[in-house]
């Protein structure tokens, strides 16, 4: 597809909002938050922080390259630099089917206990909310609640770069940002609220610095950027030439961050105001949190915007990893949008129907949850730096990084550095840990 026809995302900003889309998800509402309450609260941002320089960025300024100087979907962009390393987007392909064979039904909770907050049915149930979460979990509401939640992200996919994608961001993002900042003032107010703050927000070095700990901080940067996955080639074939690769990547990076500190910020406090232990996983979203909203006044209304929080933060990442497949089908099939749209869709329902009845007994969740995330995904982001660093032109990484030597003149090097000797490095090791 030639770059005049190709379609672009608008702004700088636009860029930003839907990188940053593509990166926040269900993790960064409870797995981040609680990591870093457990490994030494404030300090742990700090070696978050540090892991995302040293780690995040570079592989998602490899992969902004990419896409960028080819324009093409994650295959026809690895194969265009090099055919013996084309597999890598084929990897990224199928980590976006497999990753959506079952992240659609958890995103689908989201739906159901939205609809159940607003039409107060979560609150005026005589059971109670573990055993409501468990009913819901036997029947075969995650399934039609799933199948929704595909449809939404092909609704919004199906119309195009700029008009689904670009302006669904445009929207999402700032409301997401906004309902985060306006349930964080509202539980501050609670009683007991100060020592959620206190776990979450304690700096503890000793424990910040031990080996766990910067092994979860290095992985948790990783994995909250979307690298290894096809994306973030994607978005940036979608990318003009003067958009600034390391501002974007910095930006993005900031705003995952924050989104994670502000989900910190809300979840914490709620939970000790309401005599609980922070939980990790579904059982902190889905049971312990309506639990504190029961008590607080407008309990349905708060539920509701929470909810909303949830599902905004999961169908910001369904659009990427939707877009990586249909780009995939549009132009490796010379498929028109619309059909490569609806095929990745057909695909995602099949997908998710499998994950859900278990087929011949399989835990396909649990397969695809482990075979993405401990396997595709490092090893891909890993190879995908080795790529650009040893076997490119020296000149390729040079010249996106810095617009042809018109910004960034300083930081290039170090990111090239970084990409050879470093990125690659500490990618293998959580790769590695992970079996361990």
């Not at 608008?10 to 309450?37: C, D, M, N, Q, T």
Request: hydrophobic share 55%; proline share 3%.
């Amino acid at each position: 597809m030639s770059e005049n026809k190709r379609a672009s995302f608008g702004g700088k900003l636009s860029v930003i909002l839907v990188a940053a889309g593509s990166a926040i998800g269900l993790g960064a509402l409870w797995r981040f938050p609680y990591i870093a309450g457990k490994h030494g609260g404030a300090a742990f941002l700090l070696v978050f922080l540090l892991s995302v320089l040293v780690v995040g960025m570079p592989a998602m300024l490899a992969e902004f390259a990419i896409g960028r100087r080819t324009r093409m979907n994650a295959v026809g962009a690895f194969r265009s630099l090099s055919k013996r390393w084309s597999w890598l987007g084929y990897s990224g392909v199928l980590c976006a089917l497999f990753i959506s064979g079952y992240y659609y039904l958890i995103a689908g909770w989201s739906l159901e206990y939205l609809v159940s907050s607003a039409t107060t049915e979560l609150y005026s149930s005589s059971l109670s909310f573990k055993e409501q979460f468990e009913g819901f979990q036997a029947s075969w509401r995650p399934l039609i609640y799933g199948v929704l939640f595909i449809v939404m992200t092909h609704f919004i996919v199906s119309r195009g770069v700029e008009k689904g994608i670009e302006k669904a961001a445009k929207v999402m993002m700032p409301l997401l940002f906004i309902i985060l900042i306006v349930m964080a003032v509202r539980v501050a107010f609670m009683p007991g609220a100060a020592e959620g703050y206190r776990f979450f927000l304690s700096c503890d070095f000793a424990k910040a610095f031990t080996p766990e700990t910067i092994m979860m901080a290095i992985g948790q940067a990783f994995f909250s950027l979307s690298v290894g996955m096809g994306c973030m080639v994607t978005y940036a074939s979608y990318f003009k030439k003067n958009n600034n690769l390391v501002s974007t990547s910095l930006n993005v990076s900031l705003l995952t961050l924050l989104v994670s500190v502000l989900a910190g910020l809300v979840i914490f406090p709620a939970v000790f105001s309401a005599g609980l232990q922070p939980t990790e996983g579904a059982s902190l979203v889905f049971v312990t949190l309506p639990e504190i909203f029961k008590g607080m006044p407008l309990a349905p209304l708060w539920s509701t915007i929470f909810f909303v929080l949830v599902m905004l933060a999961s169908l910001t990442s369904t659009i990427s990893f939707h877009e990586v497949l249909t780009a995939y089908f549009a132009e490796e099939f010379k498929l028109s949008r619309q059909a490569a749209a609806i095929t990745t869709t057909g695909i995602s329902v099949v997908l998710s129907v499998l994950t859900f009845s278990k087929l011949f007994g399989v835990d396909y969740l649990d397969i695809f949850d482990k075979l993405t995330a401990n396997v595709m995904m490092p090893l891909g982001a890993m190879f995908t730096c080795v790529l650009v660093s040893w076997f490119l032109d020296r000149k390729f990484m040079k010249e996106e990084l810095t617009n042809n030597d018109t910004v960034n003149r300083y930081v290039a090097p170090v990111v090239v550095f970084m990409l050879r000797y470093i990125t690659p490095l500490l990618i293998f090791y959580i790769f590695v840990a992970n079996f361990v």
